[in-house]
């Protein structure tokens, strides 16, 4: 049942939002779409670094070895609790549920919060029903994203009611949460500043509580400070990487503007939430309603996720701005969407209202069956126990492998396999100029980039420097430049992948000292205290509320 302190309007009962909002989370259960989302095995690969150890800074499987401190460890770190007694496929899943389900929760909190009561039940309705979310968690398997996501909206609903009230508890309610926010995804905590200045501009500008303007402006100051800190402190080691000159630039479609990408439905997306968002604007403005920020927001992350179709980007983010991707944006014009939306809604007829809902469901229930990743994923190779025989061989430590033409599915063999892989799947963290430089995401991807083909030559012809003894092949189009190389055809499996061996390449020579541990300890247990001590301080705030009928999510 949902945590109110009254029951929902006869017109939307509990039992029917329960089932919607659970109906796409328990069919992702049985989809398999981990198995064709874009990151998943990605994130995979990362808790299983923190299985084999947790205080261990080190990752030397991947590049020739790199730092688990360039990724933001908390949903790995969740990922890696739940797969000592579930495995890594099932901990992936739960993690992904337990963040879509906080979700509308998270997104009720912030629209009672921020002045919207009356759209709380059609906030769950319209997040269960729209597509963008689902897309990125089923599809694209953002893992860190999507548990961050409610966190940093369950900060914004703490600073309204912080802004509004005070108290010490909820400042530090506040501060632990954009802490955890940044433990599980750096990027996210761009959007949980945006929010919360929006959110603090709106409680000056248009709040309806009395307040006294001094009080506003210290308590907006003491929120700010305890923010900065929080996002600082909780991961302090990545920030010193953060530092470093980025890559060079690696292209993405979220960056082009809209007039040079596909015409699909994320774009479709953008034009509707910038015409709304607009049109949200101009009514609250002139109707002085409250909502008027959160309108702005809509409007501001739609435009942003736009990429370059604005100089919005460059304006915001300087130097960085060709280095961001851009689709993380529309996630949260979506959502605040559906709360403005929400709000216009509260007052129509179910009759019209439900109708409209269940017209947006199939495209949520279609991310949820992963078959738009389908279509730009090579097939899944179910049995991959064949091709870790070789990577698991009495020597495979001393050798490296590289994939071609697998798609994200390549961090499998990392994670079951003893033998290090020349390239990786976090490219952020590459500490060769070669591949820093290269403007090349992954090798395994490498002939759809320019400069593909030159790179990947360039790295089989130093295999022997490199120790690349075992290539594996799920796509034709390489097998010249292996041949070229040197490398010769040594087996062949029905599922369609090959392997090529270079057997007279040198071992990897003794590792060289690793780099120092000495944030080891914090790494391992700041981010999940301060998730801890959010969830405990957030129960105690839930249950002090629900004593004054002020619970977080109350439709009243």
Not at 470 to 496: I, K, Q, R
């Amino acid at each position: 049942m949902l945590p109110v302190t009254e029951k929902l309007p006869a017109k939307l009962p509990q039992w029917f939002l329960v089932g919607l909002v659970a109906t796409p989370i328990l069919l992702s259960l049985f989809s398999g779409y981990q198995q064709r989302a874009f990151d998943s095995y990605v994130h995979m690969f990362l808790a299983d670094h923190y299985v084999r150890g947790w205080f261990d800074l080190w990752e030397p499987r991947w590049y020739g070895g790199f730092s688990v401190i360039t990724y933001p460890p908390l949903a790995h770190q969740l990922v890696a609790v739940f797969s000592t007694f579930l495995g890594y496929e099932p901990a992936f899943i739960l993690t992904m549920a337990l963040a879509m389900t906080a979700l509308p929760f998270a997104a009720a909190a912030f629209a009672r919060a921020i002045g919207a009561p009356a759209a709380v039940p059609w906030v769950f309705v319209l997040l269960a029903a729209w597509p963008t979310s689902h897309r990125f968690a089923y599809v694209y398997g953002q893992l860190p994203m999507m548990v961050a996501t409610p966190l940093a909206l369950f900060a914004m609903a703490m600073l309204k009611k912080y802004l509004v009230s005070g108290g010490v508890r909820r400042l530090m309610l506040f501060g632990l949460l954009v802490g955890a926010t940044a433990a599980a995804h750096h990027v996210t905590t761009i959007f949980a500043a945006l929010g919360c200045t929006m959110v603090g501009v709106g409680h000056v500008f248009f709040s309806t509580e009395k307040v006294p303007f001094r009080t506003t402006l210290l308590r907006s100051v003491l929120a700010a400070g305890v923010a900065a800190v929080a996002i600082v402190v909780t991961i302090l080691p990545f920030w010193q990487f953060a530092r470093q000159e980025p890559q060079t630039e690696i292209p993405h479609v979220s960056r082009d503007p809209l007039w040079e990408r596909p015409f699909g439905l994320d774009v479709v997306e953008q034009l509707v939430f910038t015409v709304v968002g607009i049109i949200g604007m101009i009514y609250a403005a002139l109707r002085r309603r409250p909502l008027f920020m959160l309108a702005a927001g809509v409007t501001f992350f739609a435009l942003l996720s736009m990429g370059t179709t604005t100089d919005l980007p460059k304006a915001l983010f300087g130097s960085q701005y060709r280095w961001l991707t851009y689709d993380k944006f529309q996630n949260w014009a979506a959502i605040w969407f559906c709360v403005l939306v929400a709000q216009a809604v509260s007052g129509v007829r179910r009759a019209i209202a439900v109708p409209l809902v269940a017209m947006l469901l199939p495209l949520a229930l279609l991310s949820v069956s992963h078959k738009g990743s389908d279509l730009l994923q090579p097939e899944f190779v179910q049995d991959i126990g064949p091709m870790l025989k070789p990577l698991n061989g009495p020597d495979a430590a001393q050798y490296r492998h590289l994939t071609l033409g697998f798609g994200d599915q390549f961090c499998r063999l990392s994670i079951y396999g003893n033998s290090p892989n020349v390239d990786g799947d976090y490219h952020t963290a590459r500490n060769d100029p070669v591949l820093r430089t290269s403007g090349v995401a992954t090798l395994d991807a490498s002939k759809y980039y320019p400069e593909g083909p030159r790179v990947l030559n360039s790295v089989l012809s130093r295999a022997d420097e490199l120790s690349l003894r075992w290539v594996y092949v799920y796509d034709p189009g390489y097998y010249d430049a292996l041949l070229e190389a040197g490398y010769s055809l040594e087996d062949v499996w029905p599922n369609g992948v090959t392997l090529f061996e270079k057997a007279d390449v040198t071992p990897i020579p003794p590792s060289a000292p690793r780099p120092q541990n000495r944030w080891g300890l914090f790494w391992g247990l700041v981010p999940l205290t301060v998730l801890g001590l959010a969830l405990l301080l957030g129960l105690l705030e839930l249950r002090a509320s629900s004593g004054r009928s002020e619970a977080l999510i109350d439709p009243a």
